[in-house]
Nanobody, 122 residues
Framework: QVKLVESGGGLVQTGGSLRLSCAAS????????MGWFRQAPGKERELVAS????????VSADSVKGRFTISRDNAKNTVYLQMNILKRGNTAVYYC???????????????WGQGTQVTVSS
């Protein structure tokens, strides 16, 4: 069993920044692919960014390229999502997920955190 705990969400103004963290326990984090997904009200859960075990491969949604960066610290069992130049459309619940390969589909991830709310105000 894997436990994932997200933190760092909150309320931020348009153009601001937030850094989300996801602490993992219960599994070999260093060999797992990790992903950040988000889900806005009335919309499907979608990939924000994912990263493979050694940080060589990352996948990001086109809408966040150049603004959001995923990274991981295997020594701390933690994955991060640095979000810059936030827009109102980025408002959503952000979820951390663990799987075997860095993929876009949420179906490819086996474990999920409880989510953290990010709200971007004008």
């Amino acid at each position: 069993q894997v436990k994932l705990v997200e933190s760092g969400g909150g309320l931020v103004q348009t153009g601001g920044s937030l850094r989300l963290s996801c602490a993992a326990s219960g599994r070999s984090f260093s060999t797992s692919a990790m992903g950040w997904f988000r889900q806005a009200p009335g919309k499907e859960r979608e990939l924000v960014a994912s990263i493979n075990w050694n940080s060589i491969i990352t996948v990001s949604a086109d809408s966040v390229k150049g603004r959001f960066t995923i990274s991981r610290d295997n020594a701390k069992n933690t994955v991060y999502l640095q979000m810059n130049i936030l827009k109102r459309g980025n408002t959503a619940v952000y979820y951390c997920a663990a799987g075997n390969v860095a993929m876009r589909s949420p179906d490819r991830y086996d474990y999920w955190g409880q989510g953290t709310q990010v709200t971007v105000s004008s």
